[in-house]
């Protein structure tokens, strides 16, 4: 036992003096800008989250070597929320207030990113979201860089409703915020193109569900009633995987029951095998199959980054990639980090996105994108089978919930404002 | 088809002058293929031309050609390996190899030069293109000469519902030997009727032939029937529709208690090792999702193995998993055991925290190892695919599963009451310190009895990698219903587990349909707790001194 104490404590004296001279020596180097990374890393999200961080790793080290940011170096600061939504909020202040990142880049869920509002509010400080999302928000201090409804839920069904004829409709979701808003601006949408109420059905599952014989048969028995049937799936991450396991086999082809799906890219097909797949869809802003010279090099550099050929690109890391050149380009412009000159200067901003067009920054802080639907293919890759003609302009507030439609965001001058009732002409209005 | 629109063109032209000259042959010749290549040659080849539309055209005239030698191709096509050969322009079929592709001719069969993938452009096809061709398909095969062949033909023909293929339909019904296929054409045929403009009568007896095959697909196109305008046929439709429902509604039922019984398996599978560790040995064992986790694992690395080295004996893989999910498992479980547990004999609180930490490490060990992303497992061919009882569809890996799951709770059960073993394990689960004086190694008995209960939860792993992710949240999807099903069932008695596992699975399933998901699943919870208030030792309580000891 004594043996073991000293030992024990010669380690701790050892690890005691490596910390200090880490210290020491971040202290002798040069002045960086810190940019905060805010994905989990472990727990249930860390299957979708852990490569956004990697991503963001990769685009900060890319542009290290391009010589950094006004002047200054680049460095990481990484930290696990662990997939837990209320840590979500503490690392975020932890981020911001002890180390002093000058953005942040993360969150994946609604609710972990409902949970860090307030502090990016509170702190004044940036946070960059490049998830498709419910919509129905605007902060100043959040930048949307993933698709909202009107750029992903609403041109799919549009496809399915002109494109292959559909009448009838499933609306298949998890039981949580996002699939049960978007489905809310659905259901609307349906019903004011003309769409019966007994031709919507609306499911939902629990988390992780895993048993679907019951759902994919009551689909098969919803389909059976003499109209074209398709399913909207809002199904999140792993229960996706079982669920396409049972249609495969219960024999539900995509020639006969369609299913668009808002949160299967390539990385949620990378574990299943797509033979019985093939002719489902998806839909999203950026394919990995898109094939641009840009898009092209992404690739390539995300491969070689991560060291593994087999590992696959999917909409948020481009999401994160536009976000994150922007947020450089913003900087570039103010020629100052500090949030409020980025904030003032973001709005407007352009960059390349890896479809081959350019995305920009808009008042409302969301992007603009084009919309892409794509069939899955027997290698997991999509291939777009259909894609709007231009950029679609994201829109914080849908246009068809009655809450929400006289509403409008505008963060620059003289507006400044995130919610802004044209109705009654005041900001903070809730919507007629 | 707007025949208008290209008469102008010259190929178009063509094409049809080609189609209208070759129609009868297609209704007269069963053996097709005696035509001449060349004259098809054009039509393949204007398949990688324009738009999704235009494709459907071409499809279109190649199925009106009605000869089989285009099967190839549209089988091709549909299964995206048809390719353009961006030098020439000419149409082939291409299969992967290695890193370029080898090509054959779409027509002759005959192998050609294989190319880089950059050099070929891939032909799209969607959902609606697929259709097309399904039904193409299933109008030039109505003759082939496998049996199989003109079954799909048939069903396919059914799905299209296509007026134009009524002849075809009459003359391949004439033709037919089998009488199950013979069937399933009339039924074709009857679908084409509705769709058709044939008198009212035809159609009253088409709808007869469909109430007879009473499915949910006859049920969708006599729907539509009752929703149209055509009021002389609702009253026969009205009646039609009335008996499937009836019908569908026993079937239901049917399709309840399989898919109940198929749950249940799965929670008897997840729940047996825990039967064993809680069950038996009292010990509150919250990393048991885990050991299903890490056999779950093991398949995904044993069939990387057999990837590598042996991919023809890929369906074999699942045999060799098996007992390796059992050993692995089995091992960190004894190691668990040794290395924790056994230094909390009797203190509860600490075993479920002291579990709790190990889940969590394995859990984040395994996500460090392999990543937090899903694992690829197979399904190896016996286990892919349905089949149908009547019209209850059964799935091949469920069914296994559940067969599976029967065979692992037999063998426990025999272990336990038959060897050596299972008597020493319930001797010194009844009384300890008396099967210690009886010279019975009490502490190797623990270790063994643990490792048995975490290498079965293992081999449980290896079956839910079948139909579940395997990914390092796998494992904690099971253990609150893990638990569920062996306080239910009563602890310590196996026949309790395989009863509560059963019950529980048949309640959900019937729920389901009324309740939702999340509310059937509550409603099962609230169900347990209120049994548990009346019967706090389950369905099937241990009796006598041993409980109390």
Not at chain 1, 9 to 27: D, E, I, P, R, W
Not at chain 1, 211 to 217: F, H, K, L
């Amino acid at each position: 036992m004594t043996m073991f104490s000293k030992k024990f404590f010669a380690g701790m004296a050892l690890s005691g003096l490596m910390a200090t001279t880490a210290v020491t020596g971040a202290f002798a180097q040069e002045e960086t800008i810190k940019v905060g990374i805010l994905h989990s890393l472990s727990g249930t999200m860390a299957i979708s989250e852990t490569t956004l961080k990697d991503v963001m790793l990769m685009l900060i080290e890319e542009q290290n070597k391009k010589g950094g940011l006004l002047g200054k170096k680049l460095e990481a600061v990484v930290v696990d929320p662990a997939s837990d939504w209320p840590l979500f909020a503490e690392k975020a202040r932890e981020l911001i207030q002890v180390n002093g990142v000058s953005a942040v880049f993360g969150c994946w869920t609604s609710v972990s990113r409902k949970s860090v509002l307030p502090v990016f509010e509170e702190l004044n400080s940036l946070l960059f979201y490049p998830v498709q999302y419910e919509g129905e928000e605007s902060q100043r201090n959040v930048f949307y860089t993933g698709a909202a409804p009107n750029q992903q839920a609403i041109p799919a069904v549009d496809y399915l409703m002109n494109e292959e004829g559909v009448e009838r409709w499933v609306l298949a979701g998890t039981d949580y915020v996002y699939p049960r808003t978007t489905n809310k601006i659905l259901e609307a949408y349906l019903k004011a193109k003309g769409v019966a109420e007994e031709d919507i059905m609306i499911n939902y599952t629990p988390f992780g569900h895993s048993d679907w014989q019951t759902i994919v048969s009551d689909i098969k028995a919803f389909g059976s009633a003499g109209k074209k049937t398709a399913v909207v799936s809002t199904i999140n991450g792993d229960a996706n995987v079982p669920f396409y396991k049972e249609l495969g086999n219960a024999g539900i082809k995509a020639e006969d029951i369609p299913v668009v799906a808002f949160s299967v890219g390539e990385e949620e097909l990378a574990g299943l095998d797509t033979g019985p797949l093939v002719g489902h869809l998806a839909a999203w802003n950026y394919f990995q199959s898109v094939d641009t010279p840009v898009n092209g090099e992404f690739i390539e550099a995300w491969k070689a980054y991560i060291g593994d050929d087999k590992r696959v690109t999917n909409d948020p890391m481009e999401a994160h990639y536009i976000g994150f050149n922007m947020w450089v380009k913003a900087v570039e412009k103010a020629g100052t980090t500090d949030p409020d000159a980025v904030i003032d200067a973001i709005v407007g901003v352009s960059v390349p996105n890896l479809t081959g067009g350019y995305s920009a920054m808009m008042p409302n802080h969301h992007i603009t994108k084009p919309v892409l639907i794509g069939e899955i293919q027997e290698d997991g890759q999509f291939e777009t089978v259909w894609e709007t003609s231009g950029l679609v302009v994201g829109d914080a507030w849908s246009d068809y919930l009655d809450g929400s439609k006289d509403l409008i965001a505008d963060w620059r001058k003289p507006l400044n404002c995130g919610n802004f009732n044209t109705a009654t002409g005041k900001c903070g209005g809730s919507g007629s | 088809m707007n025949v208008n629109a290209y008469a102008p063109r010259s190929l178009p032209a063509l094409l049809l002058a080609m189609l209208l000259a070759l129609l009868p042959l297609a209704l007269l010749s069963s053996a097709a293929g005696a035509q001449d290549n060349a004259a098809l040659r054009p039509l393949i080849d204007a398949l990688g031309q324009g738009s999704f539309g235009d494709t459907e055209k071409q499809v279109s005239a190649l199925a009106a050609t009605g000869d089989a030698a285009v099967v190839p191709a549209l089988e091709a096509l549909t299964n995206g390996d048809l390719y353009v050969r961006k030098a020439d322009k000419a149409v082939v079929i291409g299969k992967r190899a290695g890193g370029s592709l080898a090509l054959t001719d779409p027509l002759t069969g005959e192998a050609l030069e294989s190319t880089a993938t950059s050099a070929l452009d891939k032909i799209r096809v969607n959902n609606r293109l697929r259709r097309t061709i399904r039904a193409a398909l299933g109008g030039l095969t109505l003759r082939a000469a496998d049996a199989t062949t003109r079954r799909q033909a048939a069903e396919a023909i059914f799905k299209a519902q296509d007026a134009e293929g009524i002849e075809a339909l009459d003359a391949a019904i004439e033709a037919e030997t089998n009488p199950g296929v013979a069937k399933l054409m009339r039924e074709a045929r009857a679908a084409a009727v509705l769709a058709s403009d044939r008198p009212t009568e035809d159609k009253i007896a088409a709808i007869g032939t469909l109430a007879e095959r009473g499915d949910r697909d006859a049920l969708s196109m006599i729907t539509a029937v009752q929703n149209s305008e055509a009021s002389d046929l609702h009253e026969a439709a009205g009646a039609a529709l009335a008996r499937i429902e009836k019908l569908q509604a026993a079937w239901d039922t049917a399709r309840n208690v399989w898919f109940g019984l198929s749950l249940g398996s799965v929670l008897l599978l997840a729940a047996i090792g825990l039967a064993i560790t809680f069950g038996v040995m009292g010990v509150i064992n919250m990393a048991h999702g885990e050991m299903v986790m890490l056999g779950a694992y093991t398949t995904f690395m044993v069939q990387n193995l057999f990837r590598t080295h042996a991919p023809d004996l890929f369906d074999y893989s699942l045999l060799v998993a098996l007992p390796a999910a059992f050993l692995v498992a089995g091992l960190v479980g004894v190691g668990i055991e040794r290395g924790i547990i056994r230094f909390l004999h009797n203190r509860p609180l600490e075993t479920l925290l002291a579990t709790w930490g190990v889940s969590l490490i394995l859990q984040q060990a395994v996500r460090s190892i392999f990543g937090p992303t899903n694992q690829e497992v197979g399904n190896p061919a016996f286990m892919s695919g349905a089949f149908e009882i009547g019209q209850l569809t059964i799935t091949y890996n469920r069914l296994w599963i559940l067969v599976f799951a029967l065979t692992v709770f037999a063998a426990l059960l025999i272990a336990m009451k038959f060897t050596r073993f299972g008597l020493n394990v319930r001797a010194v689960t009844q009384n300890r310190r008396m099967a210690a004086s009886m010279g019975i190694r009490t502490p190797l008995v623990d270790a063994l009895t643990f490792g048995l209960g975490s290498g079965i939860a293992g081999i449980a792993g290896v079956a839910l990698s079948q139909i579940d992710n395997v990914s390092p949240n796998l494992g904690q999807s099971y253990i609150i219903d893990s638990f569920m099903v062996v306080v239910f069932g009563g602890v310590g008695n196996l026949w309790g587990t395989l009863v509560a596992a059963m019950s529980l699975g048949v309640a959900n399933k019937f729920l389901e349909p009324f309740a939702g998901a999340v509310l059937a699943k509550i409603l099962v919870l609230v169900f347990i707790i209120l049994f548990i208030q009346k019967r706090p030792r389950g369905l099937f309580a241990l009796k006598g001194r041993a409980v109390e000891a």
